[in-house]
């Protein structure tokens, strides 16, 4: 599940966590000590946090991960600590506390964390295994030439679509952004509209504008690339859709949740692989999946990666066991990346080898996925913080409604983000 729309959709608080030492998981307090805890013997206790996923049996396979990893390791027992409600907010307070964690994931990668000294380095923990992860998955945790977290999960996102509406309107699946406007207008009808892409009439479509022509969000040397021209075409080009009222608006539920697909309000919709087994069980083998159409001939699909990371905390003591977890866990156990991505939610493992093999994502519309997310998927910068991507998104929606003058709207955002990009490089 992405990061994103575990923190919208998912409120609550922290609830505790579970031991595991020698291959036995019992109930903890606060306590780290492993032989005051279990009498267990080990020398190292590493306290793992995750958020609270959603998905059934989550938490229990992080349980049984944490339980083979100390039965291959005794030496070193596990305590798995779940975060429900505001993990984000949870893990920035007590990175700072000596009650943090060893090893603990983050959602879209904070390039901010990296540069104030809270995630380890962790080259040494790829070994020969880096070329076989995808490059998003390289990408999004490089900082100055150096990996700053493994990539546990790929969220991909993508627009699906109904083939039987589009067939007998005539309409071929959109591959540049004319066709997608065409398409969404001659789709809307007095009982529904054409396209879904979020409650705001913007989700992703502003960033995915700005990919889709050629152009970034933010260069790797920090510097704000959402104010070219290309990209200032791009973001005004969004207000067609707007102009032509085929947008679904305010739907009960948003962007992340299939439902306007499934139940026949919209023929297309921006989601993700998350909800391919529910869109599957409403229509059958009546959808297909096309990345966000290029803006125009020689611009660029767009397939969104998201998804989770497992980082290091750079002032544990105990970094080389923890090191030897992430490893163990999500370099070289290939089963168990499987497991984690197709038995709990539907998710692609970042790893090429093991997404090939993943026997959910082996054929069909879910393998088709994983190929567009290898060709044409774009991850957030690790500088798209709330601050920045605030000041980008409230242009991007005043200009899409026409309300002001485009250029100056962007100009002003991308001093606003640039402000705050320096801020956090500082």
Not at 26 to 43: E, N, Q, V, Y
Request: charged share 20%; with cysteine; aromatic share 8%.
């Amino acid at each position: 599940m992405s990061a994103r729309r575990t923190e919208l959709s998912r409120r609550g608080f922290l609830t505790g966590s579970l031991l595991v030492a020698a291959g036995t998981v019992l109930t903890s307090a606060c306590s780290t000590d492993p032989t005051g805890a279990s009498g267990s013997g080990a020398k190292t206790t590493l306290n793992v946090w995750y958020h609270a996923y959603g998905e059934t049996g989550t938490q229990q396979a992080a349980l049984r991960y944490a339980t083979a990893f100390t039965k291959a390791h005794p030496d070193i027992a596990v305590k798995v600590t779940w975060v429900p409600g505001d993990y984000s907010g949870k893990l920035n307070a007590t990175l700072l506390t000596d009650a943090a964690p060893d090893v603990f994931e983050i959602g879209d990668f904070s390039e901010g964390m990296a540069r104030r000294g809270q995630l380890a380095v962790l080259d040494d923990v790829y070994g020969t295994a880096k070329t076989d992860f995808n490059s998003n998955a390289i990408d999004s945790v490089t900082v100055d030439g150096k990996l700053y977290g493994v990539k546990m999960i790929d969220d991909v996102i993508m627009l699906y679509y109904r083939k039987s509406v589009l067939a007998k309107a005539g309409i071929t699946p959109p591959t540049t952004f004319d066709g997608l406007v065409a398409a969404a207008k001659a789709l809307t009808t007095s009982k529904s509209k054409g396209l879904f892409v979020g409650n705001d009439g913007i989700g992703d479509s502003a960033s995915n504008a700005v990919w889709s022509n050629g152009g970034e969000l933010v260069s790797r040397d920090g510097k704000v690339g959402f104010g070219t021209p290309q990209a200032l075409e791009a973001l005004t080009g969004l207000r067609r859709l707007h102009d032509d009222k085929s947008l679904l608006l305010g739907f009960t539920t948003d962007w992340w949740d299939p439902a306007a697909l499934n139940q026949g309000v919209v023929p297309m919709q921006w989601c993700g692989l998350w909800a391919m087994p529910a869109v599957r069980d409403a229509l059958g083998d009546d959808f297909g999946v096309v990345p966000w159409p290029a803006f125009k001939a020689g611009g660029t699909p767009v397939v969104r990666v998201g998804g989770w990371t497992s980082c290091v905390n750079a002032k544990s003591a105990k970094i080389d066991a923890a090191k030897k977890f992430v490893q163990w866990l999500w370099v070289q156990q290939a089963d168990l990346q499987k497991d984690f991505a197709e038995s709990y939610g539907f998710h692609v493992p970042p790893r090429r080898s093991v997404a090939a093999t993943t026997r959910k994502l082996s054929d069909g519309t879910a393998k088709e996925t994983v190929t567009l997310a290898d060709r044409y998927g774009k991850h957030n910068p690790g500088t798209w913080d709330t601050a920045v991507s605030s000041a980008f998104n409230a242009a991007a929606v005043k200009i899409a409604a026409g309300d002001g003058d485009p250029a100056a709207l962007l100009a002003e955002a991308v001093k606003k983000a640039q402000g705050e990009i320096d801020k956090q490089r500082a």
